[in-house]
T-cell receptor
Framework: GENVEQHPSTLSVQEGDSAVIKCTYSDSASNYFPWYKQELGKGPQLIIDIRSNVGEKKDQRIAVTLNKTAKHFSLHITETQPEDSAVYFCAASSHQAGTALIFGKGTTLSVSS | DTGVSQNPRHKITKRGQNVTFRCDPI?????LYWYRQTLGQGPEFLTYFQNEAQLEKSRLLSDRFSAERPKGSFSTLEIQRTEQGDSAMYLC?????????????FGPGTRLTVL
């Protein structure tokens, strides 16, 4: 089955710096890759996603890139702010709508001012 | 609020007791998922419903676990004879009906503590 590896497990940056989180997946059939942000005591919040037919997607300060050949995808956050501090999860799913998401173990991002 | 809601938010129980959690998905979302999240880990898939039909179950869903979605709207997850290893956050997510829409929207979760 699918396996998703996520690195780093913790990331500390200064406010205004960029943060990059990387994930690799094992199942070449995976074709949908969402990223979630989870704050303490809350459920995961979808922040951006990408499908296998595109290589990059941006939404304001957040961007995601996908390399299907290497089977890895990355989250880029620019101009980080203290409110970006949270746990970020990547996930992958294959085939079609209704398929379960397979999550990475998460990255704890700390943005200090 | 039109997001996914879950009740209760917290549940403390003694080992051996039964517990039931409820999930109300976003209105008109026909797909509903249950996940479990333990400390320091990502969510792990438990089961999936399309309308009232339970279409997929994970190996994590032991015989002590049962999930229902009787009318294709809200769902319940019951754990019988709870064990300390069942302590976790139980998350519910829902997804729109259109096949092209893959997004899963999560609720706030129910945190279960088994003493």
């Amino acid at each position: 089955g699918e396996n998703v590896e996520q690195h780093p497990s913790t990331l500390s940056v200064q406010e205004g710096d960029s943060a990059v989180i990387k994930c690799t997946y094992s199942d070449s059939a995976s074709n949908y890759f969402p990223w979630y942000k989870q704050e303490l005591g809350k459920g995961p919040q979808l922040i951006i996603d990408i499908r296998s037919n595109v290589g990059e997607k941006k939404d304001q300060r957040i961007a995601v890139t996908l390399n299907k050949t290497a089977k890895h995808f990355s989250l880029h956050i620019t101009e980080t702010q203290p409110e970006d501090s949270a746990v970020y999860f990547c996930a992958a799913s294959s085939h079609q709508a209704g398929t379960a998401l397979i999550f990475g173990k998460g990255t704890t991002l700390s943005v200090s001012s | 609020d039109t997001g996914v809601s879950q009740n209760p938010r917290h549940k403390i129980t003694k080992r051996g007791q039964n517990v039931t959690f409820r999930c109300d998905p976003i209105s008109e979302h026909n797909r509903l998922y249950w996940y479990r999240q333990t400390l320091g880990q990502g969510p792990e898939f438990l089961t999936y419903f399309q309308n009232e039909a339970q279409l997929e179950k994970s190996r994590l869903l032991s015989d002590r676990f049962s999930a229902e979605r009787p009318k294709g709207s809200f769902s319940t997850l019951e754990i019988q004879r709870t064990e300390q290893g069942d302590s976790a956050m139980y998350l519910c997510a829902s997804s729109p009906q259109r096949e092209s829409l893959r997004e899963q929207f999560f609720g706030p979760g129910t945190r279960l503590t088994v003493l």
